[in-house]
């Protein structure tokens, strides 16, 4: 069974950092590209940014691009997102999901329960 | 960036009734098309990929249409664990795009 556990959330001042990450496991994780989507209070998802099974290929939404950084280590089944500059519209549940390629295109198969960060001062 | 939009975005049915949500694209997507059920403080789980095709496990009610820049999705008989939110996501460009969602609430 696929699990996917997301961690490293929480309260964080605006300008601040934070590293969150998701623990994989039920799946040959290095397989697999990766997605962090997240959703606002009361609001709908966005995807944030991706990263290929190897992590040699990286992705970002443009309104994270040059403040969040994607990463994974493979020996450790664990992707990670390392968030810095928050401002409060970056408040979201942050979730971790596993791609998977299908012809055509590709969906967010499995989700974690996600993480919340919340941006205040 | 290629903009989903959804309507109804709210819809009020009863057990047994057929829904049908629409989507829309700002472009042509071919068939790059998901959608995706998500109820309160849960994760989004995922139902049709390819605008037609049925996740595994996902009941027969449930089925997807459509090619280019317009889709549904129905549920043929709404049962009682169906009403959530729905969402459309296209992966045809990055990044990919959700729509805005449809709720279902009980009439």
């Known amino acids: 069974e696929v699990q996917l556990l997301e961690s490293g959330g929480g309260l964080v001042q605006p300008g601040g950092s934070l590293r969150l990450s998701c623990a994989a496991s039920g799946f040959s994780f290095s397989y697999y590209a990766m997605s962090w989507v997240r959703q606002a209070p009361g609001k709908g998802l966005e995807w944030v940014s991706a990263?290929?099974?190897?992590?040699?290929?990286?992705y970002y939404a443009d309104s994270v691009k040059g403040r969040f950084t994607i990463s994974r280590d493979n020996s450790k089944n664990t992707l990670y997102l390392q968030i810095s500059s928050l401002r409060a519209d970056d408040t979201a549940v942050y979730y971790c999901?596993?791609?998977?390629?299908?012809?055509?295109?590709?969906?967010?198969?499995?989700w974690g329960p996600g993480t919340l960060v919340t941006v205040s001062s | 960036d290629i903009q989903m939009t959804q309507s109804p975005l709210s819809l009020s049915a009863s057990a047994g009734d057929r829904v049908t949500i629409t989507c829309r694209a700002s472009?042509?997507?071919?068939?790059?098309l998901n959608w995706y059920q998500q109820k309160p403080g849960k994760a989004p789980k995922h139902l049709i990929y390819a605008a037609s095709s049925l996740q595994t496990g996902v009941p027969s009610r449930f089925s997807g249409s459509g090619s280019g820049t317009d889709f549904t999705l129905t549920i043929s008989s709404l049962q009682p664990e169906d009403f959530a939110t729905y969402y459309c996501q296209q992966s045809y460009t990055t990044p990919a795009t959700f729509g805005p969602g449809t709720k279902v609430v009980v009439k």
């Open positions: 990263i290929s099974g190897s992590g040699d290929s990286t």
């Open positions: 999901a596993q791609d998977r390629f299908t012809s055509p295109g590709y969906y967010f198969d499995n």
């Open positions: 472009q042509n997507i071919n068939n790059y």
